[in-house]
Structure formats: structure tokens, C-alpha cells
């Protein structure tokens, strides 16, 4: 589907749809961004998960990235809260060694590695550098924290201040503090972190097909159409 054909699509799928939807829609495709996103490892606590997925669509990250080895992501509709529907999940799941899958996958799009740790000697949160390119945040499982693959392949080590007694944060409260420190760090920063114009449509076509009840039926109506011109 080119260009005009997705636009008038859009303006086709518009006239079954509330304003309201419309204008929400419109508000946040211009809020996502793929400039940082977050990759779990090995996760085993759905409700864990499912809040990382939350945070996420609340923070305007589009992509999440799970590394199955020998845990399977599961969500928890009551935690999830319907964020699985706005936001791209990407699963890596088919390889002997899925991390280093993910890792190569990420370095090709451009992405950093960044390991989230609470290491001593890592970089705290408020200094890492925005600037350099677009960051992968990689958060490892509740016990063990992130693999030695992860630790090997990571650019950057990141860690959270903490000002107590306990070594780290549960991993949703990790994420959702991450990711509240770079969503308001990239809005004051001249980086140009939104997505580009032809993201934003594909990804604007992609909410209103979940938005509107037999997309599908209409959408084969419309490409009809189309090939009959």
C-alpha cells in the first residue's frame, strides 16, 4: 500500500469512528517515540511484565522488546490495562541464544545497548547522554538480575540512585523511573526523538484498525474499491 492509498484509508476508516478517538489518536502518534525503547530478559512475573508494558504507553515508548530463554512473558489483563493494544511488542524467542539475538538485532536499527544495573561504578541516570543516539534500556529478571550475554554486548551501564539499605529496585519500578527520567529529558532536549511522518501514519492506520470494530472487513471493501478504479 503506498502512500496516498494509506492516507485515504485512514480518512476512510474516520467516518465509522468517534471525534473523540480521532483526536486522541492524533494526540499521541505525536508523542510516541522509537528514540529510546526497552528490552525485558527472561521476565517470569507477569504482573511485572504487564506494568512494564503500562509504562510504556504512558511514557510514549512504541516498542517493547522480550527475550524468552526460559521464561515465557505472560501479561495480566488487570494490570496491563489495555496498553497492549497501543503499544508493538516484539518477542525473541526462536533462537538458542535469544539475548545476543536481540542485542544484533537492536545494534543493527542503531540502538546502544544499555544495561540497567546497580553496579557501583556504572553511569547514574540523570548523566547518561541522550544525545549520542537512540538507547535500548535492557532490565533482567526479579532474582538475578541481567545475563552475562547482556553484560558483555552492553555500550553503556546505567543505574538508578538510591538513597537506602536495599540493592535495587523491583523491575517495574525500575522501568517506570527510567522511563519517566527520559521522557521528560528528551522534551527538553533538542534531540529528535518523535517519529518520522511515515511512521506516524503506519502507526496512526495500525490504532484505528484496532480501533474500529470488522476493520478488516472494511479495510477488503476499500482495497476493492481501489483495484476496481
Not at 505472560?74 to 541464544?97: A, F, H, T
Not at 490504532?207 to 477488503?220: A, G, L, N, Q, T
Request: charged share 30%; with cysteine; hydrophobic share 40%.
Amino acid at each position: 500500500m503506498n502512500l496516498k492509498q494509506k492516507k485515504d484509508l485512514i480518512q476512510f476508516l474516520e467516518t465509522v469512528m468517534l471525534e473523540g478517538r480521532i483526536e486522541l489518536i492524533d494526540k499521541n502518534v505525536n508523542e510516541r517515540t522509537r528514540y529510546v525503547t526497552v528490552v525485558l530478559e527472561n521476565i517470569f512475573q507477569p504482573q511485572n511484565a504487564s506494568a512494564v508494558m503500562r509504562s510504556c504507553d504512558c511514557f510514549g515508548v512504541q516498542d517493547l522488546h522480550v527475550i524468552e530463554n526460559s521464561n515465557k512473558y505472560e501479561l495480566n489483563p488487570d494490570v496491563v490495562m489495555g496498553s497492549s493494544k497501543w503499544i508493538n511488542l516484539k518477542r525473541y524467542n526462536s533462537k538458542d541464544e535469544n539475548t545476543l539475538d536481540a542485542i544484533n538485532s537492536l545494534k543493527k536499527e542503531g540502538y546502544r545497548i544499555v544495561a540497567t544495573t546497580p553496579h557501583t561504578n556504572d553511569i547514574l541516570l540523570p548523566d547518561f547522554d541522550l544525545t549520542k543516539g537512540k538507547s535500548a534500556f535492557f532490565f533482567g529478571t526479579e532474582l538475578t538480575g541481567l545475563s552475562d550475554v547482556v553484560m558483555d554486548h552492553a555500550d553503556e551501564f546505567v543505574k538508578i540512585p538510591m538513597y537506602g539499605f536495599t540493592e535495587s529496585f523491583n523491575i517495574s519500578v525500575s522501568a517506570s523511573l527510567v522511563l519517566n527520567h527520559l521522557a521528560s529529558a528528551l522534551r527538553r532536549s533538542n534531540v529528535d526523538w518523535q517519529l518520522t511522518e511515515e511512521e506516524k501514519l503506519d502507526l496512526k492506520l495500525e490504532w484505528y484498525k484496532r480501533s474500529v470494530k470488522s476493520s478488516e472487513k472494511m479495510i477488503e471493501r476499500f482495497m476493492k474499491h481501489l483495484e476496481s478504479q
